[in-house]
């Protein structure tokens, strides 16, 4: 995961952060959150009007999700817009670059089926619901705020870099969401609180993940490629889906199999909790503090652990609450459970 990581901080100082999902990986992820959609209406903020695959799924499936009303907005500053078709707003001019669009859609034909991509194409040609926005159609501005209130559930997959504004930004307005970002975020201040009090939580997909990016994005020695119509390509083998729409995985109860012996679980020089190097190592009878690696968010059920807070530098946030070293060598950042229903726990080990 090093190298990953690495890349993740440059795309993000670079602002080469603009990763398009693929059409795939939503109807892989979505199929575990239909329920949630009857009757809503979704929010697609950081989506180009069709170009984006979150708003094509929701088009193809408005009536088989039963929703009510999809909005997507699209930046103004959009690397993609009108790369994949042409499409004309209500005044008859083609979307082009360097503008900020909306498409806003309450009914779709009748029926109940998922819609081909003929049918969208045609629909959007022959009832043109795209109209540009009078602003730049940055999520964070008022008009984009606008439309976000109208809203019951935000699904989209915004620029690395700007992840913690998104959050904030929707629990501010106590919004649902499902949203695509790297797993460094789960320790950020914005987010860490929010998975240690049962409000957000990761979904399916935790991991290995490609995605489409525009044609300016920098070559990579890794996880990088140009498929044979010359579309590049970047995959990440830390993304990961966070929501806060329930889902069977979320009350899923790990299976632990280890029992606790000092000799095989040391504590920390700096704190009276002791170091788990793998999720599938976490004793079942310790009932004390655990430092065990960042991927148990992915596994962790509130009626199972109690998350106590993480072990970086120390000085992170109110959150990081010591170095995680262990006889002087310092290790990867921690996160700190406890085990609410530890078994047999014997001081000695045995």
């Not at 190298?3 to 990986?25: G, I, M, P």
């Not at 009748?110 to 159609?137: C, M, V, Y």
Request: some cysteine.
């Amino acid at each position: 995961m090093g190298n990953n990581n690495v890349n993740l901080q440059s795309a993000k100082n670079l602002k080469d952060d603009e990763f398009y999902t693929t059409y795939e990986s939503i109807v892989e992820e979505l199929a575990h959150y239909a329920l949630h959609f009857r009757g809503k209406t979704v929010l697609c903020n950081c989506d180009d009007p069709y170009e984006s695959n979150f708003c094509k799924y929701f088009l193809r499936n408005f009536n088989t999700l039963g929703l009510t009303r999809l909005i997507c907005t699209s930046y103004h500053a959009s690397k993609v817009i009108a790369t994949q078709m042409n499409l004309f707003d209500v005044e008859e001019e083609i979307l082009h670059k360097g503008q900020g669009y909306v498409i806003d859609v309450s009914y779709i034909a009748d029926g109940t089926e998922e819609f081909s991509d003929t049918f969208i194409n045609q629909w959007l040609r022959a009832t043109k619901p795209i109209r540009k926005l009078k602003g730049d159609g940055d999520f964070r501005s008022r008009e984009s705020i606008g439309y976000l209130t109208q809203s019951d559930i935000v699904v989209t997959n915004p620029p690395f870099s700007l992840f913690k504004e998104m959050i904030s930004l929707l629990v501010k307005h106590d919004k649902k969401y499902l949203l695509i970002g790297n797993q460094n975020a789960l320790t950020y201040r914005e987010i860490f609180p929010l998975i240690q009090n049962n409000l957000a939580w990761t979904g399916y997909r935790f991991g290995d993940m490609k995605f489409r990016v525009p044609a300016t994005s920098a070559p990579r020695k890794t996880r990088y490629w140009v498929d044979d119509s010359g579309q590049k390509w970047r995959s990440l083998g830390n993304a990961m889906w966070l929501t806060n729409l329930d889902s069977e995985k979320k009350h899923k109860w790990l299976m632990l199999t280890k029992r606790y012996s000092a000799d095989v679980y040391p504590t920390y020089d700096e704190y009276d909790a002791i170091n788990v190097e793998r999720v599938q190592d976490i004793p079942m009878d310790y009932p004390g503090i655990m430092g065990v690696p960042i991927t148990i968010i992915n596994k962790y059920n509130p009626e199972q652990f109690e998350i106590v807070g993480e072990a970086n530098h120390g000085s992170d946030n109110e959150y990081d609450l010591f170095k995680p070293t262990v006889n002087g060598k310092l290790l990867f950042k921690r996160i700190l459970i406890r085990n609410k229903c530890p078994i047999g726990f014997n001081q000695d080990g045995i």
